[in-house]
């Protein structure tokens, strides 16, 4: 890659992430979401070069996980540390937040001197995403009424709705194998539900996908067995996209069918829709036999649909036989991870690496998302960062 | 606020912060107290100009939480980041201390590199402090017997006996709402026990505000219904600061009585003296039935004297019905985060952004007693960080 | 220490330990160790003269404890902050990895920025080194394979076979305590088993330390009640280095006798190694009950071993009575931290601030490993640091 034409190339891009927070990609234009993936790769050449991007002297990146998680954590903190911040957790259970404090009062509190707010929050259906607006509203209270020096950005580390920043880690990682976004044009993407041994995975991955890869002309397939829907309104969202881009979206209800002729393929389990709504009911009111029940009744309906596993014989109904297999990691693999899975083994193993190299994207996404809110200018701001010539290890 | 004109104020002050701990205000002179003020406030100036603080390169900050919290941490996270320091947990849960290794031992084998132990130990009476002290005796021995290459300072993030960071919060909050320390001179505050559906809160803050706020000329008036007594040997600093500084103090069994004509009012819930006395007691040797009998009576107790709540009808007895009112956050909100609690909700609602505005001062507070017990001369040193004109973001 | 005189002794030393973890002090030459030992002193002889030794702009440290640790933990994250490193934990219960995730994977997720992954993995003999070095594979193959722009380096932060940081900072003392390594030749050193209550303790240390200081043409006196073997493959290599380095290697069943006129004791409880052979497979199949009785059943077996305590008689067995006490810490000291234990109280006194310097060399050995690991010529990386006057705190 070379670093000056892709700073040539988002210079000419017309964008407004200035300021703003990035919760949901379809709220970001084209040329906004080519200036992150511009950022992105920008700064994963500098760092393979060595060369400094600590745009920050000091500050702080707050994490707000309210779900576990390896990978997004490990991703917002290496996009920190790229930058100069030093993360601080918010760790609800350890905090006072569980007596009784209210989200805004919080919200300032943690950023007296805070430049980020990294939250995941996909439990609830309905309210993740919310709650990140709710942070939001309470920093620009904060700010405007000078009880901060500054609104700190909200970076969207997975809601209810959506994914972003491991959306646009897979699109990158699509651009990179395809060897450009023009490339996408007219393929075949199948994002197809896969069977897991567990139960109520989000539907941010899905959905995140659908509605981002609409964009680029290519023909969505969306498969699922029937009753595992995804929220309404984000699959109206992707068909809108499709029309307007020049490609094309399907709902198949067969894994068999959906996989015939496919580019790419994104196998991956979730929960239904109506499923998560009453979880998130339950949720609300701690209703643990509820919950159980629910549960059960869930994961009976999941074994009847074994047999939506990624393997040899869905493979070689794709183009070539050799789609190419996404994964947001950890996949559910059979045999390995777990008795019956989302992909065969041999399978998942033929695209392993290739995986890695997806989940690779993502601290650099993280990183072009701050990056990108804090300095108006990004083509300027790398431009001066690659002339400063500081090593990122060593004089 | 003018940077250069707060520089030369504190290069006038005559103090001895230098590689001495900040426990307690009342071990700390006026000048002292003033030059904590000065040096907060010009940082918080530069953090808002975008001048960088930075005055380590690398070094740690060991914060050592022996109860839950969230702003303490933020504040004491975001000061050490300020000035360079990145900040580790002692997790006594996640260590090996639990393992009977003695103060003295652990307290060296985390300072062979650090600057900093931040301490907060409120839980047992009589014993917070001491432990502080404990800490601070067994690095003085490492230090002097060549084990430490440095003696890291010690700042107290809430005591049995006395909450600085949060006292000179509220009195820099003050200086900026009344428009001057001078200003305070004759204004009537009341510190006002309150109800809180909660048992067994810390004194600290009653402590440290009466033992601070004593120093300015005000009237201070201590409220609370009989019984809820603080540390007599605290009360009397309060009253000899009264004496000398031209204010009064008094106690008063009325929360109406008290809050008549008062330009500043503080209602907080704290447990009674002799009950936390008893609760040590307990909690030295885990009696848990006795635990648990105490909180009864003490709830039972505490339930006598729901009206003690700061409402509307109270407000109008203050001054211009506009007394300021100050909290350490978060409030016992009642109809809020309690059915019944230290005050009513429309009540908080008018003063919320000034409590913030209260809070956001503790970070620099922090700071400023880093940087004065590392920096023999904070006025050249300041001065030195502003003609450096290093930016904190950007270029 | 002349810093100067240091570096030169350096430049002429013959060494690989660019690009190559640090696992077992074993498979490193005489010239690696005294490498490290170097650097690790030069790095000291900075941190006091209050000269920076920031070699990273910004990078992540990683820490995966898989054993609770206060001292080791806090040497990582001095070592890391003291080179520019931010360290993020892996905390195995906070993440999915409990979900099934493979060791491969999860080293390339958390790989994708870092600079050195620590490990400390005590618990199951006969694994802990060997999932170093699973890490360390799947490092390799994500690094070929395009996946991380670097390959992580691995520091042992204890495993089943090796304490190396810890043995190295043993070495680092006894080289300091005694005027240098050439005065260990002939010199006397016992490492003994000793009593204490508790159970199981890692078989580390010892092996580390007779694989280590048996290099330096010592008498080696390995001490322990009959039962409480070592690993066998461990004591050979200790014997063979005796040899080679002219010194001598006996095992001792009396603690009275192996005492006699030595110079150097290091009496430390272990357990028997085929006791913890039985223990890794009643841990690896859960099995709770297998565990109880183990426990009781070994705990019966060292209750008959409570007079292997070093103590006045002992000593006074010593050469001048006065041998040099070393401990790794903490020590299960009689009366205070136990009822009985491995060493009498006013014996580890005399010799507790000797233990406290002791420790303090385990950051520097830490940042040595780190830098030769990512700096070829160590000796030019100092100087240039030292040349370069920048200041760790203040101007």
Redesign the interface.
Known sequence: MNINENIKKLASLDQHLYHNDFLLTWEKTDDEIKTIMEVAKTLKAM??ANI?????????AISNFRD????T???F??AA????L???D?DEE????A????VR??A???S????FIGIRDDMFLGEGNTYMREVGAALD??FA?????ERPGIINLQCDMDHPTQSLADLLHLEHQMGSLDNLRGKKMVMSWAYSP?YGKPLSVPQGIIALMSRFGMNIELAYPEGYELIPEIVDIAKRNTQKSGGSFHINHSMEDAMQDADIVYPKSWAPFHIMQQRTELLKTADKNGLKSLEQSCLANNAKHKDWEYNAKRMERTKNQDALYLHC??A?ISG???KEGEVEAHVFESYR?RT??E??Y??YVIAAMMLTN??EYPAE?LF?LIE?K??????
């Open positions: 760092r393979a400094s991007a600590r745009l920050f002297d000091s500050g702080l576990n998680s390896t990978r954590r490990f991703s903190a290496s540390n790229l930058l100069g030093a993360v601080q918010l350890k905090s006072q937040i007596h009784g404090e209210t009062e919080t300032n509190m943690i007296f001197l805070s430049d209270e904060g009424q000078g009880v901060l020096p567990s990691l950890p559910d390995i991870s777990c690496i890695y190299l989940a690779g993502k601290p804090k300095f701001t001066q400063n500081k090593k990122r290890v060593g004089f």
